[in-house]
């Protein structure tokens, strides 16, 4: 019978963002606002999906052995990702198997995300380019055991291209993240700024506009060529 329910969950979530959609997929425990995007998407045994107000769920995305994925006011996952957790830390961990989106946080398309341990992106945070990893389980060489740490970006963090972020990592506020940096947990908690490098280390200030804004998407573009910025662009 389990194996039906998922299955006929499974085909709900593969059609077009709607209404009907929508209260179908009430009946099995989803919340999905009136004013947010489902698009159609690889979904396998996850316990709850809530989507908030003008939130935006994308194309062809693939979320499997989750307990929870919410997507908060605004806050968006573009497409080809993959969401996903092993089945037993979904059964074991109280707090594992989890995806959670801040309000107006951005994950772009074609990331790998690995949430055994639970994975949080904070307030107007973006998970931009393609490629990075977020890692949250491991083996522990002591304990001969498999084990699984949280990982929490903080807001209005930027992470470039193919990072990879490991269990225990915590990203701070306000801070960039340069293409392939490598980020474990530290002992010590990381101040704001710029950091690059296998493993990640600060190397600078992170300052700019885009830190301040009022809009989750950045739609200006500049022109090197010309020294213009173009307004509303996108």
Sequence with gaps: ????????VAA???????????DALARFGHVIHPTAVARPNLVWRVGRVELGP??????????KNMRAVSLSTGARVGRL????????????????????????ATI???????????LSIGEMSLVAG??????????????DAQVAHPIVVGARTFMSARCTVLGGAVLPDRSIFAAGAVVARSREPRSPGLYAGVPARRIGDASG???DRTQSQTRRVYVPATGETIEDAF
């Design 1 to 8: 019978m389990s194996r039906i329910k998922d299955a006929a």
């Design 12 to 22: 709900l979530w593969l059609l077009p963002s709607t209404q009907a959609k929508r």
């Design 54 to 63: 003008s939130s935006r769920l994308g194309l062809l995305n693939t979320l």
């Design 81 to 104: 990702n993959i969401i996903s957790s092993h089945p037993v830390y979904r059964r074991l961990y109280p707090d594992g198997a989890a995806l959670t989106l801040a309000a107006d």
């Design 108 to 118: 772009t398309s074609r990331h790998s995300l690995d949430c055994a341990g639970g």
């Design 130 to 143: 393609r490629g990075s990893l977020f890692l949250t389980h491991s083996i522990d060489p002591a304990r």
């Design 209 to 211: 506009s885009w830190y």
